[in-house]
């Protein structure tokens, strides 16, 4: 086996990780194989009592003897290989299966960051693809090396036996495949990473194929679209055929070599015979023996080959495991009640992606209790306000604070329940109405949600639904308007009921009809709990608290709607334009 020095920390971490565990199995499973194998040592060897006792001595009486040994030695070899795959092949899905949850249970935990940078696609292929091809190539090498290892020794061991010269003359050609092997393996090793993100790649765009479907109706991109996906299966086929040609070219040679070798042993077999010196019987062992190696052999030499595949797999699959979330959250637990109510505190906070400054010299106090606003030009930073409070993104420099604690000093757990954000665009499940709300709180009763789902609206259309609250909404709700979604979006943060409530624009995506039935219920809700809206509509936030604006990633204006109107000339721009765009409609 040629693994390179530096694969073999991979290897390692894999064997340690998931195969170690499992190591008694796939002894058992070993000797089951080194049976299979070795029947065919004995196959051979039997042939020569079929020709020496039966045919050439004309002795019928052995004819049962003989029938019974090969009939056995089949039976043995079905058994042993029946079990020895079935034990392999579970082994096989148990890596599988623990590799994919654990995949899974970390990309989970990795950061918004990585996420944006690493499409679903990519992140799909390597979860399901990646890991069943790392499996299934290292239980094919493992059942080749034990299979076909057991095979090749025994039925050496038979050549041997028989005559060692004629197994000598037989081989002589197999030092000159060393060269060529060894070429065809690094062209293998090269072409099976390359194979492996090909395949990625078409994933990838089917990915966005399907995921963008209505827009590239819309902009009738079906053509254009079709012939990108075409031109990477295209690359793919090309790359795949250069790979299977590498793989294929190894056993193709081994034939080569064996003719020769066969050849030269028939020769010299017969001048044996004809002097006496071997029986008939130990020839045809001997010739069957010879049959039988190449097979094997053939499967032996492939399993580089298969060990190039998986690693390409295994360090795809590592690379995923290296990565490691940037925002990490305290183990600290404090007295339950510290956070009943919510104050908000930031204190010179900064923050960009990679050289882009995105928001700078933040400072502002929200008091327990109040309703507030942000407003400001879209891209001037407002939802980038709201990721730092909740902790999908840290900041560069400066503070964070609930209720005078760093949010640095706050469990994953904690910050969680402390916060409701009610997005733009809230993501729904192909699950029930109802499950979709509860989604806010799993451990909810119905009756929970049902009054969450009456407070915000949802009733009013999950009542003309046919199965109300019990409806399935489609693939990411898609069968629901965006209002109708919205609402559901609102009744989870209802049924979560925490301190601090977080509306990023949340009736952006209503009509004017279902915003006041909205805007009353969410004034319902912020009775209860500080709030920040980010408000898309300024009628709505006059009477708040306090007005942030935001203007390019800073502060230029805080204070009630009265002063601000007097005082922001952003902020009476934004309110004037928008006064006049209602008095137009
Ligand atoms: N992942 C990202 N990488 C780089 N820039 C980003 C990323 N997310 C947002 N931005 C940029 O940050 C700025 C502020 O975005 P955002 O806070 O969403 O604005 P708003 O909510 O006020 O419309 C925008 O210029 C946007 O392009
Ligand atoms: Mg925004």
């Keep these: ?76 070899r079905a058994i042993a290989g029946f079990i020895h795959r079935l034990m392999t092949v579970n082994v096989c899905q148990k890596i599988i299966k623990i590799l994919q949850d654990r995949m899974v249970g970390h990309l989970l935990n990795m950061d918004v960051g990585f996420h944006q940078k690493n499409s679903p696609g990519s992140l799909m292929d ?27 020794i025994s039925l050496i061991a038979v050549v041997f036996f028989i005559d060692w010269k004629w197994s000598l003359i037989a081989f002589l050609g197999i030092p000159f495949l060393v060269m060529p092997i060894l070429l065809l393996q690094g062209l293998v090793r090269s072409r099976a990473g390359e194979n492996r993100d090909f395949e990625s790649k078409a994933n990838v765009r089917l990915d966005e194929i399907f995921h963008g479907i209505t827009d590239i109706k819309l902009n009738k991109a079906e053509k254009s679209e079709r012939n990108k996906f075409f031109d990477i299966l295209q690359v793919t086929h090309k790359v795949r055929l250069r790979l299977e040609a590498g793989m294929a070219g190894i056993p193709a040679m081994i034939d080569i070599i064996a003719a020769i070798g066969f050849l030269a042993v028939m020769i010299f077999g017969a001048i044996d015979i004809t002097s006496g010196s071997k029986t008939i019987g130990e020839f045809m062992s001997f010739f069957t023996a010879m049959a039988l190696i190449f097979e094997p052999l053939r499967r032996l030499s492939n399993v580089s080959g298969n060990i ?57 106090e929200i008091e327990e209790g109040t309703s507030n606003a942000i407003v400001g030009y879209s891209g001037s930073g407002k939802t980038t306000l709201f990721n730092l409070i909740t902790r999908l993104i840290d900041p560069i420099t400066g503070h964070i604070r609930i209720n005078g604690v760093d949010l640095t000093d706050i469990s994953l757990k904690e910050l969680r329940s402390l916060i409701s954000v009610v997005r733009q665009d809230g993501m729904m499940f192909d699950e029930t109405i109802l499950e979709n709300i509860r989604f806010g709180k799993p451990m909810a009763s119905d009756l929970e949600i049902r009054k969450a789902a009456k407070m915000a609206y949802v009733d009013e259309f999950s009542n003309e639904l046919k199965d109300g609250l019990n409806t399935v909404v489609g693939p990411r709700g898609s069968t629901l308007s965006g209002g109708q979604r919205q609402r559901i979006s609102i009744a989870r943060a209802f049924l979560r009921n925490s301190p601090l409530l977080l509306l990023d624009e949340p009736t952006s995506a209503l009509d004017s009809q279902s915003e006041k039935l909205i805007q009353k219920s969410l004034s319902e809700l912020s009775k209860k709990s500080t709030t920040i809206t980010i408000a898309h509509r300024l009628s709505t936030i006059v009477d708040s608290d ?22 922001s000339k952003l902020y009476s721009n934004l309110f004037k334009s928008q006064v006049e765009k209602k008095n137009d409609e």
């Design 1 to 76: 086996m040629n693994i390179q020095d530096d694969k073999k920390p991979l290897f390692k971490w894999f064997w340690n990780s998931y195969v170690r565990a499992h190591v008694g199995v796939l002894f058992i499973a070993l000797i089951f194989m080194s049976i299979e194998g070795s029947m065919l040592g004995v196959l051979s060897y039997s042939i020569k009592f079929l020709f020496d006792n039966v045919l050439v001595s004309n002795d019928t009486s052995s004819i049962l003897f003989v029938a019974v040994l090969i009939f056995s030695i089949f039976s043995m």
């Design 126 to 152: 390597r979860v399901r693809a990646d890991s069943k091809a790392l499996s299934e190539s290292v239980s094919e090498v493992f059942m080749t090396v034990g299979r076909d290892g057991f095979s090749l």
């Design 546 to 567: 306090k007005v942030l604006v935001l203007d390019n990633g800073k502060i230029v204006g805080q204070g009630k709607h009265d002063s601000l109107v007097k005082e």
């Design 308 to 364: 190039q595949v998986a690693m390409a797999s295994l360090e795809r699959v590592f690379k995923i495991f290296e990565e490691k979330p940037s925002i990490v959250f305290s183990n600290l637990s404090r007295n339950e009640n510290e956070f009943d109510k919510v104050g908000l505190e930031f204190e010179s906070v900064y923050f960009s992606y990679a050289e882009k400054k995105i928001v700078e010299n933040i400072n502002f």
